[in-house]
C-alpha cells in the first residue's frame, strides 16, 4: 500500500519547531529536536506521516539550547542516525550541558539573570556525541539534499542554518515570528548583536525566499529585509 510522506515535515514540540526534510532517496534529514521528554509527540507525527524512525538519515542541531537537543539522546537512539552541530557547542552535547542565553530586551535579561543561577554549569540532559562537527559551509549532496548547511552566528556563537536550493531556509533562533500582530522579530535571546544582524544579511544576499524559524511560523525574506533596515537604517 503507498504511503504518502511528505517533502517537508514540520513538528512542534510545544513551542519550538523541528523539521524533517526529505532527501531524493526518500530519506529525511531533521532540524532539531525539541524539548526533553517528548519522544512520544514525536513517534506519534513520524508515524501519522507515513515516516519511519530508521527513515531519519541525520540530525542537524542548529544551536545547543535545550529546546533544540532535549528529545536528541531518545531520538537518536530511535532512529540509530548521526548527530552534526557546529564544533563550537559539540561539548554542550557531549555533557548534556544547559546553558542559558543572554537576554535581548529587559524583560529577558532579567528572565536570563534568574535561569543562569539555577542552570548554567549543571548537567540536566542526556549526554550526545555528535559524529558530525561543523567548521564551515557544508553540502549536503552527500545526503541526496539540494543545499547546504552555513554558520550564522549571533543567536549563539555556533548557531547554523539550512539553506535549499529552492529558497527554503531553517535558521534555529536567528529569527523569530511568535507575535502574529508584530510579525518576524529579532530573537528575545541572543549571544551577539552585531553577528545576528550580520547573519540576516547573509540570508539576504543569499536569496533566501522563504524563512522557517525555531519559534512560530515561516515567513517570507522580505520581512526581514524589513526589519534589517528598520534596525540597520541600511538599505539592501
Not at 58 to 77: R, V
Not at 83 to 94: F, G, K, M, N, W
Not at 203 to 218: E, F, K, Q, T, W
Amino acid at each position: 500500500m503507498y504511503v504518502y510522506r511528505p517533502e517537508m515535515l514540520r513538528i512542534r514540540f510545544g513551542a519550538v519547531n523541528s523539521f524533517l526534510v526529505k532527501n531524493r532517496d526518500g530519506k529525511y534529514l531533521m532540524i532539531d529536536a525539541g524539548y526533553p521528554g517528548m519522544i512520544n509527540t514525536f513517534k506519534k507525527k513520524i508515524a501519522e506521516a507515513g515516516i519511519l524512525p530508521k527513515d531519519i538519515q541525520l540530525i542537524l542541531i542548529t544551536h545547543a539550547h535545550h529546546d533544540h537537543f532535549g528529545c536528541l539522546s531518545d531520538i537518536k537512539e530511535l532512529c540509530e542516525c548521526n548527530v552534526a552541530v557546529h564544533e563550537y557547542e559539540a561539548h554542550l552535547l557531549q555533557t548534556g550541558t544547559i546553558k542559558t542565553p543572554p537576554g535581548t530586551n529587559l524583560a529577558t535579561k532579567l528572565i536570563s539573570k534568574i535561569g543562569q543561577s539555577f542552570t548554567d554549569g549543571q548537567h540536566k540532559l542526556e549526554a550526545v556525541d555528535p559524529e558530525i562537527k561543523i567548521t564551515g559551509e557544508l553540502s549536503l549532496d552527500s545526503l541526496g539534499i539540494d543545499g547546504k548547511i552555513i554558520t550564522t552566528p549571533g543567536h549563539t556563537e555556533g548557531s547554523v542554518s539550512v539553506i535549499m536550493d529552492d529558497g527554503k531556509a531553517f535558521v534555529g533562533d536567528l529569527a523569530m515570528n511568535v507575535f502574529p500582530w508584530t510579525g518576524p522579530i529579532y530573537p528575545v535571546f541572543g549571544h551577539n548583536r552585531q553577528q545576528i544582524l550580520k547573519s540576516w544579511k547573509k540570508l539576504i544576499d543569499l536569496n533566501v525566499d522563504l524563512v522557517y524559524p525555531g519559534h512560530g511560523r515561516a515567513f517570507g525574506i522580505r520581512h526581514l529585509i524589513r526589519k534589517y533596515e528598520m534596525i540597520t537604517g541600511k538599505a539592501v
